[in-house]
């Protein structure tokens, strides 16, 4: 991987030292969702059977239909986005999801549980796109890349501190603990809705001016020519017909779907492998679990600094986060042809193995997060990370299916197909580099500002507000 020379130490204190007005406050309101959603996502089933009274199959029969269903949320929160802005709409999509958990405990027919459902995937479909463009809409550069990492830090620190508390509820209360964990949740998204509304997001396009160290074949000079394309853009007519038309961005969605399907292995795959095809006790599950949420939460902002400091380019990074899962994957079929008889031995190697594939996403998430929010046209943003989600939510939904079918005929042909997308999807992003905008690309470094300027990150130019031409279409 090409790496660029680190900057002095002097410009990186000065980096490292600026934020964002109100960043703060986005950071404390993703820790407290995050530690929300943490109090029934590691055991949904369990949850909903509990806090409605409905059977299980029940219950993963309708949360299956209206997760499909919910697909429909994004193209919608994209239009919504491009025309209310970002912030409008998470705080809508905060009260949808809090007074869905607020009115879990009270749907115990079958209707009234599939309707609440419904609204809540909603909201839980469409608010990782809205998020990601709100982080659009607040920093610019490297500032996007921080912010990623922090967010997924703090994504699983809070997962991981919201499945203790409501362990801790459930334990003491019993079975009424659910209906608790339930409304502590519902409490949860209306403090980051509180939290959220004092970040100030100005929208429009952002000048040069206070930009420095952008660096590669097209420099400040296609930095400037994204923003005159960004602002041209603004100004006229656009729909999800533009977002179909642009095959750079369409070919970096595609390169995320591959990168997807390998999200889904630790959680969809290694369960299964380890107990069919392994025969490793179950508890090595719960290990791996752990031990990839502590890392993406002690070492995600860390790791990613160290990444920005070489100056990387963000495509690079991005491949080599696919790299490092290509290895972790192909290190299972290793294991899996030899598959040793001591749980000391296969427990140990599979640990070694998370970690690689920890490191992995780690290097991968807050660079192609930054990438995709970097490469959509600011005025249709919304509308292009809205299908950017799709390729995850895809991914999710093939990948059950895709590697029991697999798994019924090798155990070691999952992980070799996961090899194979790792490995494409490395080479697709690096190829990609050359049609991507430069300011997609080069991981921009943002003067702070002033001190006797506003606290943003980059002087904005004012531009016109989409006009309602840009409903979804």
Known sequence: MRMFRRRSGRSSSRSRTARIAGERRMLVAMAVDATGSGMYVPFSLVFFHHVTGLGFATVGLVLTAVGLVGLGALPLAGAAVDRYGAQRVQLF????????????????????????????????????????SLIGEVAQGADRDRLQASSR????????????????VVGLAGDAGFTAAAWLNAASFALAAVLMRGVRVVRGVRGVRGVRGVRGVRGVRGVRAERRVSAADAAKPAGYRQVFADRPFLGLTGVNFL???????????????????????????????????????????VIAARVRAHGARRTRSTALGSLLFAAAFAAQIVLGTFRPGSGIVLGGALMVI????????LVHSPSAGALSVAAAPEALRGRYLAAYQLSWSLSAAVAPSLFTALMSVDGRLPWALLVGTSL??????????????????????????????????????????????????
């Open 93 to 132: 999509l905060y009260g949808v999801r809090g007074t869905g958990f607020l009115l879990y405990p009270f749907a115990h027919s079958l209707p009234a549980f599939a309707a609440v459902a419904l609204a809540t995937a909603f909201g839980d479909r469409a608010f990782p796109a809205v998020q990601q």
């Open 153 to 168: 830090a703090l994504r699983n620190g809070g997962l991981g501190a919201g499945s203790l508390l409501a362990s801790l």
């Open 259 to 301: 990168n997807a399907l390998g999200y889904s292995a630790l959680s969809v795959l290694f369960p299964l492998y380890l107990t069919t095809w392994l025969r490793g006790p179950q508890a090595i599950t719960g290990s791996a679990f752990t031990l990839n949420t502590v890392m993406c939460a002690a070492g995600g902002v």
């Open 354 to 361: 998370v970690v690689l594939y920890t490191l992995g996403e």
């Open 424 to 473: 494409a999807a490395a080479l697709m992003v690096v190829r990609l580099e050359r049609v991507l905008p430069a300011g997609a690309v080069q991981v921009v470094q943002v003067a702070p500002a002033a001190p006797a300027a506003a606290p943003v990150v980059a002087e904005r130019v004012a531009t016109p507000a989409p006009a309602a031409a840009t409903a979804a279409r």
